[in-house]
Nanobody, 112 residues
Framework: QVQIMESGGGLVQPGGSLNLSCVIS????????TAWYRQRPGKERDLLAS????GATHSVEGRFTVSKDTDKNTLNLQMTNLKPEDTAFYFC?????????WGQGTQVTVSS
């Protein structure tokens, strides 16, 4: 079973930056679609950025950049110019037909 662990969250001031990482237990990038999601307080989980098996990465939020490191089995999310509304739990996901794996998430709080 694929295991996922996110890290890099924390408290940051508005306008600051954070780099989130997601370590995946296997080299799955050729077999699974991977993505970053976030869940704001009281809201549903939303897609932030995706890394398809084939093709280019895509970020919904222009301030965020997703990348993968196939040597380290890591999915990264670089976030800049953070705003209070970015406060949320951030989750990493790996998905294929009939398979859907999530990490436990990492909390990001943007506050002065």
């Amino acid at each position: 079973q694929v295991q996922i662990m996110e890290s890099g969250g924390g408290l940051v001031q508005p306008g600051g930056s954070l780099n989130l990482s997601c370590v995946i237990s296997e080299n799955i990038f050729n077999f699974y679609h991977t993505a970053w999601y976030r869940q704001r307080p009281g809201k549903e989980r939303d897609l932030l950025a995706s890394v398809p098996r084939f093709g280019a990465t895509h970020s919904v939020e222009g301030r965020f950049t997703v990348s993968k490191d196939t040597d380290k089995n890591t999915l990264n999310l670089q976030m800049t110019n953070l705003k209070p509304e970015d406060t949320a739990f951030y989750f990493c996901n790996a998905k294929d037909v009939g398979k859907d794996y999530w990490g436990q998430g990492t909390q990001v709080t943007v506050s002065s």
